[in-house]
Protein backbone atom coordinates (compact mmCIF):
# COMPACT_ATOMS: atom_id res chain seq x y z
CA UNK A 1 0.00 0.00 0.00
CA UNK A 2 2.97 2.56 0.38
CA UNK A 3 3.88 3.93 -2.80
CA UNK A 4 7.33 5.29 -2.79
CA UNK A 5 7.19 7.13 -5.73
CA UNK A 6 10.39 9.18 -6.56
CA UNK A 7 9.08 13.14 -7.03
CA UNK A 8 8.69 13.77 -10.42
CA UNK A 9 8.52 17.47 -10.43
CA UNK A 10 11.20 20.21 -11.11
CA UNK A 11 13.52 17.26 -11.70
CA UNK A 12 14.58 18.28 -15.47
CA UNK A 13 17.08 20.61 -16.76
CA UNK A 14 14.86 22.56 -18.38
CA UNK A 15 13.50 23.50 -14.84
CA UNK A 16 16.83 25.39 -13.30
CA UNK A 17 14.64 27.62 -11.79
CA UNK A 18 12.36 25.57 -10.19
CA UNK A 19 14.89 23.95 -8.53
CA UNK A 20 15.70 26.61 -6.13
CA UNK A 21 12.48 25.81 -4.24
CA UNK A 22 13.20 22.23 -2.93
CA UNK A 23 11.32 19.55 -4.45
CA UNK A 24 8.83 18.36 -1.73
CA UNK A 25 8.05 14.57 -1.62
CA UNK A 26 4.37 15.85 -1.77
CA UNK A 27 4.61 16.64 -5.29
CA UNK A 28 3.66 12.78 -5.92
CA UNK A 29 0.58 12.90 -4.81
CA UNK A 30 -0.30 15.51 -7.48
CA UNK A 31 -1.75 17.83 -5.07
CA UNK A 32 -1.86 21.58 -6.96
CA UNK A 33 0.56 24.25 -6.34
CA UNK A 34 -1.05 25.93 -3.95
CA UNK A 35 -0.96 22.95 -1.43
CA UNK A 36 2.54 22.41 -2.23
CA UNK A 37 3.51 25.69 -1.71
CA UNK A 38 1.97 25.52 1.60
CA UNK A 39 3.54 22.82 2.85
CA UNK A 40 7.10 24.00 1.76
CA UNK A 41 6.03 27.40 3.76
CA UNK A 42 5.41 25.43 6.78
CA UNK A 43 8.67 22.95 6.34
CA UNK A 44 6.75 19.81 5.37
CA UNK A 45 9.72 18.45 2.99
CA UNK A 46 8.49 14.49 3.12
CA UNK A 47 5.59 13.00 3.79
CA UNK A 48 5.31 10.45 7.02
CA UNK A 49 4.74 7.02 6.74
CA UNK A 50 1.11 7.81 7.33
CA UNK A 51 0.74 10.23 5.17
CA UNK A 52 2.69 7.86 2.66
CA UNK A 53 0.18 5.06 2.73
CA UNK A 54 -2.90 7.21 3.41
CA UNK A 55 -3.38 9.89 0.67
CA UNK A 56 -3.05 7.95 -1.95
CA UNK A 57 -5.84 5.70 -0.92
CA UNK A 58 -8.04 9.00 0.10
CA UNK A 59 -7.42 10.55 -3.27
CA UNK A 60 -9.32 7.42 -5.02
CA UNK A 61 -11.88 8.51 -2.68
CA UNK A 62 -11.50 4.98 -0.68
CA UNK A 63 -13.14 4.72 2.89
CA UNK A 64 -9.87 4.32 5.39
CA UNK A 65 -9.76 3.15 8.53
CA UNK A 66 -6.40 4.11 10.14
CA UNK A 67 -4.63 3.14 13.48
CA UNK A 68 -2.34 5.94 14.08
CA UNK A 69 -1.61 8.30 17.43
CA UNK A 70 -0.96 11.92 17.72
CA UNK A 71 2.65 12.51 16.67
CA UNK A 72 2.29 10.94 13.51
CA UNK A 73 1.37 13.79 10.87
CA UNK A 74 -1.95 11.89 10.75
CA UNK A 75 -3.91 14.99 10.89
CA UNK A 76 -2.16 16.06 7.48
CA UNK A 77 -2.85 12.49 6.20
CA UNK A 78 -6.64 13.28 6.06
CA UNK A 79 -6.26 17.00 5.37
CA UNK A 80 -4.52 17.16 2.42
CA UNK A 81 -6.04 14.78 0.18
CA UNK A 82 -9.68 16.29 1.74
CA UNK A 83 -8.32 19.82 0.51
CA UNK A 84 -7.28 18.65 -3.06
CA UNK A 85 -10.60 16.73 -3.29
CA UNK A 86 -13.04 19.93 -2.42
CA UNK A 87 -14.84 22.59 -5.01
CA UNK A 88 -14.15 25.86 -3.73
CA UNK A 89 -16.72 27.69 -5.10
CA UNK A 90 -19.27 25.67 -3.54
CA UNK A 91 -19.47 27.21 -0.28
CA UNK A 92 -21.83 24.70 2.19
CA UNK A 93 -19.39 21.67 4.08
CA UNK A 94 -17.87 19.18 1.88
CA UNK A 95 -15.69 17.98 4.59
CA UNK A 96 -17.20 17.45 8.37
CA UNK A 97 -14.16 16.15 10.94
CA UNK A 98 -15.46 14.88 14.29
CA UNK A 99 -13.20 15.28 17.00
CA UNK A 100 -13.49 14.46 20.71
CA UNK A 101 -12.27 17.71 22.17
CA UNK A 102 -12.76 21.12 21.97
CA UNK A 103 -8.40 21.21 21.58
CA UNK A 104 -7.96 18.73 19.22
CA UNK A 105 -10.89 20.57 16.97
CA UNK A 106 -9.36 23.84 17.20
CA UNK A 107 -5.78 22.24 16.62
CA UNK A 108 -7.12 20.53 12.73
CA UNK A 109 -9.17 23.65 11.83
CA UNK A 110 -5.41 25.29 12.53
CA UNK A 111 -3.78 22.81 10.33
CA UNK A 112 -6.26 22.96 7.68
CA UNK A 113 -5.92 26.65 7.85
CA UNK A 114 -2.38 26.13 7.37
CA UNK A 115 -2.38 23.91 4.51
CA UNK A 116 -5.26 25.89 2.70
CA UNK A 117 -3.05 29.34 3.39
CA UNK A 118 -3.03 29.82 -0.25
CA UNK A 119 -5.85 28.68 -1.31
CA UNK A 120 -8.85 32.05 -0.15
CA UNK A 121 -11.77 30.73 -1.00
CA UNK A 122 -11.43 27.62 1.33
CA UNK A 123 -12.97 28.33 4.59
CA UNK A 124 -12.49 26.23 7.82
CA UNK A 125 -15.03 26.71 10.59
CA UNK A 126 -14.06 24.42 14.47
CA UNK A 127 -17.82 24.22 16.51
CA UNK A 128 -17.56 23.29 20.22
CA UNK A 129 -18.90 22.81 23.24
CA UNK A 130 -18.59 25.45 25.75
CA UNK A 131 -18.09 27.98 22.89
CA UNK A 132 -21.25 30.67 22.13
CA UNK A 133 -23.43 28.94 19.63
CA UNK A 134 -24.87 32.27 17.73
CA UNK A 135 -21.58 32.81 16.72
CA UNK A 136 -20.83 29.78 15.23
CA UNK A 137 -24.30 30.06 13.35
CA UNK A 138 -22.99 32.82 11.49
CA UNK A 139 -19.37 31.91 11.06
CA UNK A 140 -21.38 28.79 9.33
CA UNK A 141 -23.37 31.06 7.79
CA UNK A 142 -20.75 32.78 6.15
CA UNK A 143 -19.79 29.56 4.29
CA UNK A 144 -17.60 26.75 5.09
CA UNK A 145 -16.23 23.53 2.97
CA UNK A 146 -14.64 22.08 6.48
CA UNK A 147 -16.05 22.18 9.34
CA UNK A 148 -14.46 20.47 11.86
CA UNK A 149 -16.29 19.72 15.99
CA UNK A 150 -16.98 17.60 18.76
CA UNK A 151 -19.55 15.23 18.50
CA UNK A 152 -22.54 16.70 20.58
CA UNK A 153 -22.41 20.42 19.30
CA UNK A 154 -22.15 18.96 15.97
CA UNK A 155 -25.56 17.33 16.75
CA UNK A 156 -26.86 20.07 18.25
CA UNK A 157 -26.24 22.42 14.78
CA UNK A 158 -27.54 19.53 12.56
CA UNK A 159 -30.64 19.50 14.34
CA UNK A 160 -31.18 23.00 14.87
CA UNK A 161 -30.71 22.76 10.91
CA UNK A 162 -27.73 25.09 11.25
CA UNK A 163 -25.51 23.14 10.01
CA UNK A 164 -26.42 21.20 6.38
CA UNK A 165 -24.29 18.35 5.39
CA UNK A 166 -26.40 17.35 2.41
CA UNK A 167 -23.72 18.11 -0.01
CA UNK A 168 -21.35 16.38 2.56
CA UNK A 169 -18.37 14.19 0.94
CA UNK A 170 -16.43 13.11 3.33
CA UNK A 171 -16.54 12.63 7.24
CA UNK A 172 -13.39 12.33 9.58
CA UNK A 173 -13.98 10.57 13.10
CA UNK A 174 -10.64 11.76 14.49
CA UNK A 175 -9.30 10.07 17.51
CA UNK A 176 -12.58 7.58 17.50
CA UNK A 177 -11.19 5.58 20.43
CA UNK A 178 -11.45 8.92 22.77
CA UNK A 179 -14.73 9.40 20.91
CA UNK A 180 -15.53 6.26 22.75
CA UNK A 181 -13.83 6.62 25.64
CA UNK A 182 -15.52 9.85 26.68
CA UNK A 183 -19.33 8.80 26.04
CA UNK A 184 -19.56 9.84 22.44
CA UNK A 185 -19.92 6.96 20.45
CA UNK A 186 -23.86 7.16 20.27
CA UNK A 187 -23.50 10.81 19.18
CA UNK A 188 -20.78 10.21 16.40
CA UNK A 189 -23.49 7.03 15.37
CA UNK A 190 -26.42 9.41 14.98
CA UNK A 191 -24.25 11.93 12.81
CA UNK A 192 -23.14 9.02 10.77
CA UNK A 193 -26.85 7.93 10.30
CA UNK A 194 -27.62 11.32 8.75
CA UNK A 195 -25.17 11.82 6.34
CA UNK A 196 -25.36 11.64 2.37
CA UNK A 197 -25.62 7.40 0.59
CA UNK A 198 -22.65 8.59 -1.05
CA UNK A 199 -19.62 9.48 0.94
CA UNK A 200 -16.36 8.95 2.02
CA UNK A 201 -15.76 7.73 5.52
CA UNK A 202 -12.33 7.96 6.97
CA UNK A 203 -11.87 7.16 10.84
CA UNK A 204 -8.29 7.19 12.81
CA UNK A 205 -7.94 5.77 15.75
CA UNK A 206 -4.87 4.89 18.04
CA UNK A 207 -6.29 1.88 19.48
CA UNK A 208 -9.24 -0.71 17.88
CA UNK A 209 -11.08 -1.66 20.72
CA UNK A 210 -14.21 -3.89 19.73
CA UNK A 211 -16.67 -0.96 19.39
CA UNK A 212 -14.74 0.76 16.73
CA UNK A 213 -13.93 -2.18 15.06
CA UNK A 214 -17.77 -2.76 14.72
CA UNK A 215 -18.32 0.99 13.74
CA UNK A 216 -15.71 0.62 11.04
CA UNK A 217 -17.27 -2.51 9.98
CA UNK A 218 -20.95 -1.05 9.77
CA UNK A 219 -20.41 2.79 8.67
CA UNK A 220 -17.49 2.55 6.10
CA UNK A 221 -17.59 0.43 3.05
CA UNK A 222 -14.35 -1.95 2.29
CA UNK A 223 -11.98 0.63 3.64
CA UNK A 224 -8.44 1.07 3.05
CA UNK A 225 -6.37 -0.02 6.33
CA UNK A 226 -3.36 1.95 7.50
CA UNK A 227 -1.58 1.04 10.37
CA UNK A 228 1.60 2.89 11.54
CA UNK A 229 2.91 1.02 14.57
CA UNK A 230 4.44 3.98 16.22
CA UNK A 231 5.03 2.53 19.42
CA UNK A 232 8.19 1.18 18.39
CA UNK A 233 9.25 4.97 16.59
CA UNK A 234 8.03 6.48 19.70
CA UNK A 235 9.28 4.26 22.39
CA UNK A 236 13.14 4.78 21.26
CA UNK A 237 12.74 8.73 21.46
CA UNK A 238 10.37 8.80 24.82
CA UNK A 239 12.65 7.56 27.72
CA UNK A 240 10.32 5.91 30.10
CA UNK A 241 10.96 5.46 33.93
CA UNK A 242 9.22 5.24 36.97
CA UNK A 243 9.85 5.42 40.53
CA UNK A 244 8.20 4.18 43.58
CA UNK A 245 7.17 6.70 46.18
CA UNK A 246 4.42 6.51 49.09
CA UNK A 247 1.67 9.09 48.60
CA UNK A 248 2.68 11.63 50.98
CA UNK A 249 5.80 11.70 49.62
CA UNK A 250 4.89 12.65 46.41
CA UNK A 251 4.90 15.89 46.14
CA UNK A 252 8.09 16.20 47.69
CA UNK A 253 9.30 13.55 45.44
CA UNK A 254 7.92 15.85 42.18
CA UNK A 255 9.79 18.49 43.14
CA UNK A 256 13.63 16.52 43.34
CA UNK A 257 12.52 15.17 39.96
CA UNK A 258 11.34 19.00 38.93
CA UNK A 259 15.00 20.30 40.19
CA UNK A 260 16.88 17.02 38.68
CA UNK A 261 14.84 16.27 35.30
CA UNK A 262 13.05 19.62 34.55
CA UNK A 263 13.93 21.43 31.81
CA UNK A 264 12.12 22.81 28.79
CA UNK A 265 8.41 22.37 28.98
CA UNK A 266 6.81 19.94 31.46
CA UNK A 267 2.91 18.08 31.56
CA UNK A 268 2.59 16.65 34.78
CA UNK A 269 -0.73 14.94 34.90
CA UNK A 270 -2.99 14.23 37.37
CA UNK A 271 -6.32 12.55 38.32
CA UNK A 272 -8.36 15.00 39.56
CA UNK A 273 -9.04 19.02 39.15
CA UNK A 274 -8.09 18.80 43.32
CA UNK A 275 -4.75 17.62 42.56
CA UNK A 276 -4.14 19.52 40.16
CA UNK A 277 -4.52 23.03 42.16
CA UNK A 278 -2.87 20.93 45.22
CA UNK A 279 0.04 20.12 42.95
CA UNK A 280 0.30 23.81 41.68
CA UNK A 281 0.00 25.65 44.56
CA UNK A 282 2.70 23.70 46.24
CA UNK A 283 4.93 24.29 43.03
CA UNK A 284 4.15 28.10 42.97
CA UNK A 285 5.40 28.11 46.70
CA UNK A 286 8.57 26.92 45.60
CA UNK A 287 9.01 29.60 42.92
CA UNK A 288 8.10 27.69 39.80
CA UNK A 289 5.46 29.16 37.17
CA UNK A 290 2.77 26.96 36.90
CA UNK A 291 -0.30 26.79 34.91
CA UNK A 292 -3.18 24.29 35.33
CA UNK A 293 -5.00 22.72 32.74
CA UNK A 294 -8.77 21.02 34.06
CA UNK A 295 -12.39 21.06 33.59
CA UNK A 296 -13.38 23.97 35.07
CA UNK A 297 -10.88 26.34 33.30
CA UNK A 298 -13.24 27.91 30.69
CA UNK A 299 -12.41 27.16 27.14
CA UNK A 300 -10.84 31.09 26.28
CA UNK A 301 -8.45 30.49 29.06
CA UNK A 302 -7.29 27.19 28.25
CA UNK A 303 -6.41 28.31 24.96
CA UNK A 304 -4.12 31.19 26.59
CA UNK A 305 -2.55 28.38 28.67
CA UNK A 306 -1.50 25.93 26.27
CA UNK A 307 -0.17 29.51 23.71
CA UNK A 308 1.65 30.28 26.88
CA UNK A 309 3.21 26.72 27.11
CA UNK A 310 3.63 26.73 23.75
CA UNK A 311 5.57 29.98 23.48
CA UNK A 312 7.79 29.71 26.77
CA UNK A 313 5.95 32.10 29.48
CA UNK A 314 5.18 29.24 31.46
CA UNK A 315 7.22 25.86 31.65
CA UNK A 316 4.93 23.52 34.01
CA UNK A 317 1.26 22.48 32.96
CA UNK A 318 -0.35 20.71 35.56
CA UNK A 319 -3.43 18.92 33.94
CA UNK A 320 -6.03 16.19 33.97
CA UNK A 321 -6.27 13.91 31.14
CA UNK A 322 -9.76 14.98 29.49
CA UNK A 323 -8.48 18.42 29.67
CA UNK A 324 -4.87 17.64 28.04
CA UNK A 325 -6.25 15.87 25.08
CA UNK A 326 -5.03 16.05 22.17
CA UNK A 327 -2.73 19.20 23.41
CA UNK A 328 0.26 19.32 21.18
CA UNK A 329 3.12 21.08 21.92
CA UNK A 330 6.35 20.29 20.78
CA UNK A 331 8.52 22.15 23.35
CA UNK A 332 7.61 19.42 25.86
CA UNK A 333 10.81 17.48 27.35
CA UNK A 334 8.89 15.85 30.26
CA UNK A 335 6.25 14.26 30.90
CA UNK A 336 5.12 13.41 34.35
CA UNK A 337 2.30 10.61 35.97
CA UNK A 338 1.95 12.37 39.01
CA UNK A 339 -0.97 9.79 39.22
CA UNK A 340 -0.87 6.60 37.53
CA UNK A 341 -3.09 6.71 34.49
CA UNK A 342 -6.41 5.33 34.41
CA UNK A 343 -5.44 2.50 31.65
CA UNK A 344 -2.25 1.49 28.98
CA UNK A 345 -4.18 3.35 26.73
CA UNK A 346 -4.48 6.72 28.61
CA UNK A 347 -0.61 5.80 29.56
CA UNK A 348 0.68 6.11 25.67
CA UNK A 349 -1.63 9.36 24.75
CA UNK A 350 0.41 10.84 28.10
CA UNK A 351 3.80 10.32 27.26
CA UNK A 352 2.99 11.08 23.73
CA UNK A 353 2.76 14.65 24.62
CA UNK A 354 6.40 14.78 24.98
CA UNK A 355 9.26 13.14 22.22
CA UNK A 356 7.17 15.42 19.51
CA UNK A 357 8.42 16.40 16.17
CA UNK A 358 11.25 14.23 16.17
CA UNK A 359 12.52 15.41 19.26
CA UNK A 360 13.06 13.18 22.34
CA UNK A 361 11.20 13.01 25.58
CA UNK A 362 11.53 12.19 29.00
CA UNK A 363 8.67 10.49 31.08
CA UNK A 364 8.56 9.72 34.62
CA UNK A 365 5.26 7.87 36.32
CA UNK A 366 4.91 8.04 39.75
CA UNK A 367 3.51 4.91 41.41
CA UNK A 368 2.79 3.87 45.14
CA UNK A 369 4.07 0.58 46.27
CA UNK A 370 0.39 -0.87 46.00
CA UNK A 371 0.09 0.69 42.43
CA UNK A 372 3.20 -1.29 41.27
CA UNK A 373 0.65 -4.55 39.84
CA UNK A 374 -0.13 -2.11 37.34
CA UNK A 375 3.47 -1.50 35.78
CA UNK A 376 3.18 -4.65 33.52
CA UNK A 377 -0.19 -3.63 32.06
CA UNK A 378 1.50 0.00 30.96
CA UNK A 379 4.72 -1.66 30.01
CA UNK A 380 2.40 -3.70 27.84
CA UNK A 381 0.78 -0.86 26.50
CA UNK A 382 4.02 0.89 25.66
CA UNK A 383 5.40 -1.80 23.94
CA UNK A 384 8.19 -1.84 25.55
CA UNK A 385 9.88 -2.24 29.73
CA UNK A 386 9.28 0.87 32.05
CA UNK A 387 12.87 1.38 33.88
CA UNK A 388 12.66 1.79 37.80
CA UNK A 389 14.56 5.25 39.07
CA UNK A 390 14.76 6.64 42.08
CA UNK A 391 13.76 10.01 43.64
CA UNK A 392 16.71 12.34 43.05
CA UNK A 393 18.56 12.19 46.20
CA UNK A 394 19.87 15.63 47.76
CA UNK A 395 23.71 14.46 46.21
CA UNK A 396 22.07 14.50 42.59
CA UNK A 397 20.14 17.76 42.90
CA UNK A 398 22.59 19.79 44.42
CA UNK A 399 24.87 18.50 41.34
CA UNK A 400 22.45 19.80 39.23
CA UNK A 401 22.35 22.92 40.82
CA UNK A 402 26.15 23.19 40.61
CA UNK A 403 26.01 22.40 36.94
CA UNK A 404 23.42 24.69 36.53
CA UNK A 405 25.19 27.88 37.77
CA UNK A 406 28.32 26.71 35.78
CA UNK A 407 26.01 26.98 32.39
CA UNK A 408 24.36 29.98 33.77
CA UNK A 409 27.87 32.06 34.34
CA UNK A 410 29.39 30.46 31.07
CA UNK A 411 26.53 31.87 29.39
CA UNK A 412 26.26 34.87 30.65
CA UNK A 413 30.42 35.55 30.14
CA UNK A 414 29.53 34.56 26.29
CA UNK A 415 26.49 36.21 25.80
CA UNK A 416 25.35 39.57 27.82
CA UNK A 417 22.10 40.50 28.71
CA UNK A 418 22.94 43.77 28.89
CA UNK A 419 24.15 46.90 26.66
CA UNK A 420 27.15 48.46 26.17
CA UNK A 421 26.13 51.54 28.77
CA UNK A 422 24.88 48.73 31.51
CA UNK A 423 28.11 47.06 31.23
CA UNK A 424 30.19 49.78 31.59
CA UNK A 425 27.92 50.67 34.54
CA UNK A 426 27.94 47.34 35.97
CA UNK A 427 31.70 47.35 35.76
CA UNK A 428 32.51 50.86 37.02
CA UNK A 429 30.57 49.54 39.76
CA UNK A 430 32.78 46.42 40.37
CA UNK A 431 35.60 48.73 40.48
CA UNK A 432 34.71 51.26 42.81
CA UNK A 433 33.72 48.29 45.45
CA UNK A 434 37.61 46.65 44.72
CA UNK A 435 38.97 49.51 45.05
CA UNK A 436 36.52 50.33 48.36
CA UNK A 437 36.90 47.12 50.00
CA UNK A 438 40.54 46.31 48.42
CA UNK A 439 38.97 42.69 47.35
CA UNK A 440 40.79 40.72 44.63
CA UNK A 441 39.12 39.91 41.29
CA UNK A 442 38.14 36.40 42.53
CA UNK A 443 36.36 37.57 46.09
CA UNK A 444 34.59 39.95 43.94
CA UNK A 445 33.20 36.96 41.42
CA UNK A 446 32.41 34.96 44.52
CA UNK A 447 30.46 37.64 46.16
CA UNK A 448 28.41 38.56 42.79
CA UNK A 449 27.55 34.72 42.17
CA UNK A 450 26.42 34.31 45.59
CA UNK A 451 24.24 37.67 44.82
CA UNK A 452 23.01 35.38 41.92
CA UNK A 453 21.13 33.02 44.07
CA UNK A 454 18.99 35.77 45.52
CA UNK A 455 18.90 34.30 49.09
CA UNK A 456 17.93 30.94 48.02
CA UNK A 457 20.35 28.49 49.33
CA UNK A 458 22.81 26.64 46.63
CA UNK A 459 22.76 23.53 48.11
CA UNK A 460 19.90 21.53 49.60
CA UNK A 461 20.51 20.09 53.21
CA UNK A 462 18.86 17.41 55.72
CA UNK A 463 17.49 14.39 55.05
CA UNK A 464 16.26 12.86 52.08
CA UNK A 465 15.59 9.52 53.33
CA UNK A 466 11.85 10.42 53.87
CA UNK A 467 11.31 10.45 49.94
CA UNK A 468 13.47 8.45 48.35
CA UNK A 469 12.00 4.73 48.35
CA UNK A 470 13.17 2.22 46.08
CA UNK A 471 12.50 -1.56 45.61
CA UNK A 472 14.75 -4.12 47.60
CA UNK A 473 14.86 -7.65 46.30
CA UNK A 474 12.09 -9.63 44.41
CA UNK A 475 8.68 -8.93 44.89
CA UNK A 476 9.14 -6.86 48.42
CA UNK A 477 9.03 -3.17 48.55
CA UNK A 478 11.96 -1.85 50.33
CA UNK A 479 11.51 1.48 52.36
CA UNK A 480 14.55 4.02 51.52
CA UNK A 481 18.06 4.16 51.08
CA UNK A 482 20.03 1.64 53.30
CA UNK A 483 21.97 4.75 55.31
CA UNK A 484 24.70 2.48 56.56
CA UNK A 485 25.93 1.70 52.98
CA UNK A 486 25.49 4.93 51.81
CA UNK A 487 27.31 6.45 54.50
CA UNK A 488 30.40 4.25 54.58
CA UNK A 489 30.00 3.14 57.91
CA UNK A 490 27.28 0.92 59.50
CA UNK A 491 24.83 2.77 61.90
CA UNK A 492 22.36 -0.21 63.26
CA UNK A 493 20.01 1.78 65.08
CA UNK A 494 19.80 1.11 69.37
CA UNK A 495 16.97 -0.14 69.98
CA UNK A 496 15.75 -0.94 73.63
CA UNK A 497 13.01 -1.15 76.28
CA UNK A 498 12.90 0.99 79.04
CA UNK A 499 10.55 -0.19 81.06
CA UNK A 500 9.40 2.30 83.68
CA UNK A 501 12.59 4.16 82.92
CA UNK A 502 13.26 7.92 81.49
CA UNK A 503 14.25 7.95 77.69
CA UNK A 504 18.13 7.37 77.68
CA UNK A 505 20.38 9.83 76.51
CA UNK A 506 18.93 12.36 74.16
CA UNK A 507 18.42 11.27 70.33
CA UNK A 508 21.48 11.18 67.95
CA UNK A 509 22.69 14.00 65.51
CA UNK A 510 20.52 14.08 62.66
CA UNK A 511 17.35 12.42 64.47
CA UNK A 512 14.57 13.97 66.19
CA UNK A 513 12.90 12.16 69.13
CA UNK A 514 8.73 11.11 68.67
CA UNK A 515 6.04 10.28 70.90
CA UNK A 516 3.71 7.58 70.75
CA UNK A 517 0.68 6.84 73.22
CA UNK A 518 1.34 2.91 73.02
CA UNK A 519 3.52 1.35 75.77
CA UNK A 520 3.93 -2.24 77.65
CA UNK A 521 0.54 -2.63 78.60
CA UNK A 522 -0.88 -2.22 75.31
CA UNK A 523 1.70 -5.23 74.29
CA UNK A 524 3.84 -3.26 71.69
CA UNK A 525 7.21 -3.86 70.79
CA UNK A 526 9.62 -2.38 68.86
CA UNK A 527 9.48 -4.69 65.74
CA UNK A 528 5.77 -3.46 65.59
CA UNK A 529 6.57 -0.03 65.64
CA UNK A 530 9.26 0.05 63.01
CA UNK A 531 7.19 -1.76 60.69
CA UNK A 532 4.36 0.11 61.04
CA UNK A 533 6.45 3.33 60.53
CA UNK A 534 8.53 2.08 58.22
CA UNK A 535 5.20 1.03 56.28
CA UNK A 536 3.82 4.71 56.28
CA UNK A 537 6.38 6.97 55.77
CA UNK A 538 8.80 5.19 53.10
CA UNK A 539 11.68 4.62 55.54
CA UNK A 540 13.70 1.95 55.71
CA UNK A 541 13.98 0.03 58.75
CA UNK A 542 17.09 0.86 59.56
CA UNK A 543 16.53 4.35 59.55
CA UNK A 544 14.73 4.29 62.35
CA UNK A 545 16.61 5.18 65.40
CA UNK A 546 16.42 3.81 68.89
CA UNK A 547 12.79 2.78 70.50
CA UNK A 548 12.30 2.40 74.34
CA UNK A 549 9.12 0.96 75.32
CA UNK A 550 7.00 2.49 78.55
CA UNK A 551 4.16 0.94 80.03
CA UNK A 552 1.69 3.57 78.85
CA UNK A 553 3.79 5.21 75.91
CA UNK A 554 6.92 4.78 73.96
CA UNK A 555 9.82 6.59 72.56
CA UNK A 556 10.67 6.81 68.67
CA UNK A 557 14.25 8.25 66.98
CA UNK A 558 13.00 9.63 63.17
CA UNK A 559 15.30 10.84 61.25
CA UNK A 560 15.36 14.99 61.45
CA UNK A 561 13.32 16.56 58.44
CA UNK A 562 10.23 14.83 58.16
CA UNK A 563 7.93 16.59 56.03
CA UNK A 564 4.25 17.81 57.52
CA UNK A 565 2.12 15.61 55.25
CA UNK A 566 4.01 12.00 56.45
CA UNK A 567 4.04 13.81 59.92
CA UNK A 568 0.05 14.11 59.11
CA UNK A 569 -0.08 10.87 58.05
CA UNK A 570 1.40 9.14 60.71
CA UNK A 571 -1.09 10.50 63.27
CA UNK A 572 -3.70 8.57 61.59
CA UNK A 573 -1.53 5.27 61.78
CA UNK A 574 -2.78 2.54 64.14
CA UNK A 575 -0.70 -0.23 65.51
CA UNK A 576 -2.29 -3.30 66.95
CA UNK A 577 -5.82 -1.75 66.38
CA UNK A 578 -4.73 0.93 68.36
CA UNK A 579 -4.25 4.54 67.40
CA UNK A 580 -0.44 5.29 67.38
CA UNK A 581 -0.96 9.34 68.68
CA UNK A 582 2.43 10.33 67.41
CA UNK A 583 3.91 14.04 68.52
CA UNK A 584 6.97 15.41 68.87
CA UNK A 585 9.12 14.70 72.10
CA UNK A 586 9.19 17.27 74.67
CA UNK A 587 11.73 17.71 77.10
CA UNK A 588 8.32 17.78 79.51
CA UNK A 589 8.05 14.30 78.39
CA UNK A 590 10.09 12.83 80.68
P1 LIG B 1 -0.31 15.10 14.05
O1 LIG B 1 -0.02 13.63 14.24
O2 LIG B 1 -1.21 15.33 12.91
O3 LIG B 1 -0.81 15.71 15.34
O4 LIG B 1 1.07 15.83 13.68
C1 LIG B 1 2.16 15.89 14.56
C2 LIG B 1 3.12 17.02 14.23
O5 LIG B 1 3.89 16.73 13.07
C3 LIG B 1 2.44 18.35 13.94
O6 LIG B 1 3.19 19.35 14.61
C4 LIG B 1 2.52 18.51 12.45
O7 LIG B 1 2.55 19.86 12.08
C5 LIG B 1 3.83 17.81 12.13
N1 LIG B 1 3.86 17.19 10.78
C6 LIG B 1 2.89 16.47 10.19
N2 LIG B 1 3.29 16.03 8.99
C7 LIG B 1 4.56 16.47 8.80
C8 LIG B 1 5.53 16.35 7.75
N3 LIG B 1 5.28 15.65 6.64
N4 LIG B 1 6.72 16.95 7.90
C9 LIG B 1 6.99 17.65 9.04
N5 LIG B 1 6.13 17.80 10.06
C10 LIG B 1 4.93 17.22 9.95
Known amino acids: MTSLIEPTNGSGPADAIETLLQPSGFAHFGFGPELLDALAAIGYSEPSPIQQAAIPELLLGRDLVGQ ?71 QLRRGAQIVVGTPGRVMDHMRQGTLDLSSLRALVLDEADEMLRMGFIDDVEWVLGQLPEQRQVVLFSATMPAEIRR ?70 AHGYD ?61 IGRTGRAGRS ?57 CNEEERALLSEILQRVAQEQSCSPERLALAALELSLAGKPLLLQGNDDFTSV ?29 RGERPQG ?29 NETGLNGKSIGRIQIFDAHSTVDLPKGMPAEVFESLKTLRVLSKPLQISRFRSSDQ
Open 215 to 284: ISQQYLSSPAEVTIRTKAADAGRIRQRYLTVHAPHKLGALERVLESEGGEGVIIFARTKAITLTVAESLE
Open 506 to 534: PPEDNMERFRVELGWRDRIKPGNLVGAIA
Open 290 to 350: VAVLNGDVPQAQRERTIQRLRNGQVDILVATDVAARGLDVDRIGLVINYDIPFDGEAYVHR
Open 68 to 138: AQTGTGKTAAFALPMLAGLDPEQRTPQVLVLAPTRELALQVAAAFNSYAARLPQVRTVAIYGGADFRDQIQ
Open 470 to 498: RPQGPGREGYGRDRGARDGASREPRRGTA
Open 361 to 417: GEAILFLTPRERRFLGGLERAAGKPIEPMEVPSNGTINQHRLDRLRQRLTGALNESG
